[in-house]
């Protein structure tokens, strides 16, 4: 067996080219629109997720990885996610392990400062090790909403659509409030046994 070795290592990686058309992009908005939304949830250190609208306003639904709409789309981001994985960031073991979630933000609604998996607390496998945020909507759709890693002095990286973001789950990240239209995006995990 071959053991391919990361190229270099680095926690944000965002895509030269879209991961997926904007008919593709269109399609999975359809199926996330069409099952049920429920309001972002905020978790904490224990697990537990509740409301926080001074953390997080947002509408959400979850893509089930049965979903026969979706089964090409969960394909074509594992082939993805195994070579960002492989030639960036090197996290052993990295799968996806939890369904993706479809993500609505209207005027005023965004996300503060966050992490996906806190790594201190983080003991139990499968942990979370990179997220992914793609961008469905076309980009002139919205306005605000940029999603902005690390502190409020770093670059915000600007997303087209179709394009992503991958970037550590222990990253400190927010999408800012959108002030014009909707931002339409697709979140999703990858995981792994515990870190060494």
Not at 34 to 41: E, K, T, V, W
Request: aromatic share 12%.
């Amino acid at each position: 067996m071959i053991k391919l070795e990361p190229i270099w290592k680095s926690y944000i990686i965002q895509t030269n080219n879209p991961i997926f058309t904007k008919e593709q992009c269109e399609h999975i908005i359809r199926c996330g629109q069409s099952l049920p939304q429920q309001d972002g949830l905020v978790g904490n250190k224990f697990g537990k997720q509740s409301k926080v609208e001074k953390t997080r306003i947002s509408k959400i639904s979850w893509i089930p990885f049965d979903y026969v709409e979706c089964r090409p789309m969960y394909f074509k981001i594992e082939q993805w996610i195994k070579n960002v994985n492989i030639n960036h960031f090197g996290f052993e073991g990295i799968e996806i392990t939890e369904q993706a979630q479809y993500t609505e933000y209207n005027k005023g609604e965004f996300y503060d400062w966050h992490m996906d998996s806190d790594v201190e607390f983080s003991k139990q496998p499968p942990v979370r090790k990179i997220s992914m945020t793609l961008l469905l909507s076309d980009e002139k759709d919205f306005e605000g909403g940029e999603l902005q890693l690390i502190s409020e002095e770093k670059e915000t990286p600007k997303l087209k659509q179709g394009h992503a973001l991958f970037f550590a789950s222990f990253l400190r990240h927010r999408v800012k409030p959108v002030t014009k239209g909707t931002r339409r995006s697709l979140v999703m995990w990858f995981g792994g046994p515990s870190f060494k």
